[in-house]
């Protein structure tokens, strides 16, 4: 059987259908079977295992993993590798489910007591934890500026879990095995332990083996002498610990030896998985870091270098095998969606990368074309790459505008899976700027719908991103655009906001407002229709319990009430929000007194019709009494806007 089936996967399929795994594994938990014929077993169903995920599929129907895990108590070595072998090409396997190493408490732990026995055993056993330690993705974090995308993994439990059982103790010691392949699997598994996770990086920094720390350890796995596969795990290792707050961004290791090597690995002459790997790890690396992002741009004319990912295959039309057309492919789009990620990261901050990046040849030819690519990350590369560019002023004014980014973008936008569309529509938060060209065609495309609809998204980044973008859209808008914006929210979806539990949707919520009720017939005419559930939002905030900010942004929005002609009336007949005004003039916050005075200077402006009447009221209520304790405030700004009010008293 054995014979038969090695590199024969028609073979292996044909002896599962014939019923051969069920009474293997009847003869390998056999006690009375010898320890050989239970060997031989494990190595067979090893050998079906490495088959199609079909073959994966009916081993773990037959429940392959208990009987392979209760193998493991045998005292015979031989056997214990075998079994080992078999549960490593399982769990490596994507059907697999990473959970079931964690159904039994007892498993990790006797593991770990097996790592002593044989380089063998060392290889595999890591090799399990690494592949049963994985996150959704390496690279799925937001950018640092803007809405960002939230990030969704499983893998922390399972860190938190080995490294609880001594995971970094009992490995640390194999990144001097003698054998490589104990070495590489060794490091192999610090690099998904130590992914995003501070508790597993700070421990590795200071732990030390055989007198050497293990940030010195994976600095020599570095040098250019030792394998690439070694260069970039130790790489990712090192960027893991940095990112995780571990190691220092300016520290020496990072600045002249992992992102060097990490820029080396994106060079045409290696070979198209470490230009992939290489180029991912790298922008992780940098994505939060200007002096990185700097560094990182001029090292080996990085920027021209990834221009290179988007010319492969040279030629599909040339390839006849289909298999190599899906192989080529296949490595087209990983290359794409590496370099988009990599541009995205190195202009996160930096308005001359930026700049350099969109004048690399067809860049935002290749940007719009990655929006419409079949493959779903390489459009999420696509768009994250725009939404890095659009943060430049300049760039929303030219190249953008030159190619029109806002249509492919609107396109992305229709049905998309949410993790596309928080960073689409973050990118849309910043082409709706007062300044940007592109507003006003994204206006008429329809995306005030679109947007008002993303504020009722049970996603929190995408309700933010859309009453963001709405709010820069009402920025100086015309009556018209405020009312269709008004009336796609509508009054309830509005006050939904307005309760929202997230302080960032709030804000957003209080600042679409602020600039909905901005020029004076543009304030009355809101005011006349929707004032008093305005009104009464405003009071239900001012009375709740928020911070500074929330507070100080609602008086705001009274300020600008207070400027309508006839909508300040709302004000000066509710008692209630007066009240509001004056407690908010005395407080202990000068952020809130000044905007109070604010609304206070617009109600009792003398050029006003009805001034007088609004002043002897306002004096009445002890107005005038707060305004003359404020004008000796040790605060200029406060005590500049109280003499000036006051002078409206005396004209």
Not at 27 to 37: C, I, P
Not at 403 to 426: D, F, T
Request: proline content about 3%.
């Amino acid at each position: 059987m054995k014979n038969a089936v090695i590199g024969n996967n028609k073979q292996k399929a044909n002896l599962i259908v014939l019923g051969a795994v069920p009474r293997l594994l009847y003869l390998l938990q056999q006690e009375t079977s010898s320890t050989e014929l239970r060997t031989e077993c494990a190595v067979v169903l090893g050998s079906l295992a490495m088959g199609t995920e079909n073959n994966v599929k009916s081993l773990l129907d037959c429940h392959i993993i208990p009987a392979l895990l209760q193998g493991l108590l045998s005292p015979d070595l031989k056997f214990i590798e075998a079994c080992l072998r078999c549960l490593r090409t399982i769990f490596i396997s994507p059907v697999t489910p990473e959970d079931l190493l964690y159904t039994d408490g007892t498993v990790i732990s006797h593991l770990m007591a097996l790592l002593s026995r044989s380089p063998y055993t060392q290889e595999y056993i890591c090799q399990i934890f690494s592949h049963c330690c994985k996150l959704h993705h390496w690279h799925s974090c937001g950018f640092n500026s803007l809405p960002q995308p939230l990030l969704c993994a499983n893998g922390p439990d399972h860190q938190t879990i080995l490294f609880n059982h001594g995971a970094v103790q009992n490995i640390a010691h194999l990144l001097v095995s003698t054998s490589y392949k104990v070495r590489m699997q060794a490091l192999k598994c610090f690099s998904v332990l130590a992914f995003e996770n501070p508790q597993v990086s700070m421990t590795l920094v200071n732990v030390s083996v055989d007198g050497e720390l293990l940030p010195q350890i994976f600095v020599k796995m570095l040098q250019r002498d030792k394998p690439i596969e070694m260069q970039l795990t130790s790489a990712k290792c090192l960027t893991s610990m940095c990112r995780a707050g571990a190691i220092r961004t300016d520290d020496p290791c990072i600045v002249l030896k992992t992102l060097p090597c990490l820029v080396r690995m994106c060079s045409k002459d290696r070979l198209l998985e470490e230009r992939v790997e290489g180029a991912e790890t790298l922008a992780y690396l940098i994505e939060t870091d200007v002096e990185l992002q700097r560094m990182a741009s001029i090292t080996d004319h990085l920027i021209v270098m990834l221009a290179d990912y988007f010319k492969y295959p040279s030629s599909v039309s040339a390839i006849t095998d289909i298999k190599r057309l899906d192989h080529d492919l296949k490595h087209a789009h990983e290359l794409r969606q590496a370099a988009f990620k990599l541009y995205a990261s190195l202009g996160a901050n930096d308005e001359d990368i930026r700049k350099k990046i969109i004048e690399t040849e067809n860049m935002m030819d290749r940007i719009v074309n990655g929006l419409s690519e079949s493959s779903i990350k390489v459009r999420l590369a696509a768009v994250r790459c725009l939404h890095s560019l659009s943060r430049s002023v300049q760039q929303l004014r030219t190249s953008f505008q030159d190619h029109a980014v806002w249509k492919p973008l609107m396109k992305v936008l229709q049905n998309a899976p949410n993790e596309i569309l928080v960073v689409a529509s973050s990118t849309l938060c910043n082409l709706l700027l007062e300044f940007s060209p592109s507003k006003e065609p994204i206006l008429e495309s329809g995306a005030i719908e679109l947007l008002c609809s993303l504020t009722q998204s049970e996603n929190l980044a995408l309700r933010v991103n859309g009453i963001w973008a709405l709010m820069n859209m009402a920025f100086q808008a015309e009556q018209k655009i405020k009312s269709d914006i008004l009336r796609g929210l509508s009054t309830e979806q509005l006050f939904q906001l307005l309760s929202d539990s997230d302080v960032n949707v709030l804000m957003k919520t209080l600042g679409l407002l602020r600039n909905l009720l901005s020029t004076r017939p543009h304030i009355d005419h809101i005011m006349s229709t929707h004032g008093k559930q305005i009104m009464q939002a405003v009071t239900l905030i001012l009375e709740g319990e928020h911070n500074i900010e929330v507070k100080e942004q609602t008086l705001c929005i009274l300020a600008n009430i207070a400027d309508g002609t006839t909508a300040k009336e709302l004000i000066m007949t509710n008692d209630d929000i007066l009240q509001k005004i004056k407690y908010y003039m005395s407080h202990s916050n000068a952020k809130l007194q000044l905007a109070a005075m604010f609304c206070i200077s617009n109600l009792i402006w003398n050029e006003e019709e009805g001034s007088q009447e609004r002043q002897d009221k306002l004096r009445d209520m002890g107005v005038v009494d707060i305004l003359h304790k404020l004008s000796q405030s040790s605060d200029p700004n406060l005590c500049d806007k109280a003499k000036t009010a006051l002078q409206q008293y005396l004209a």
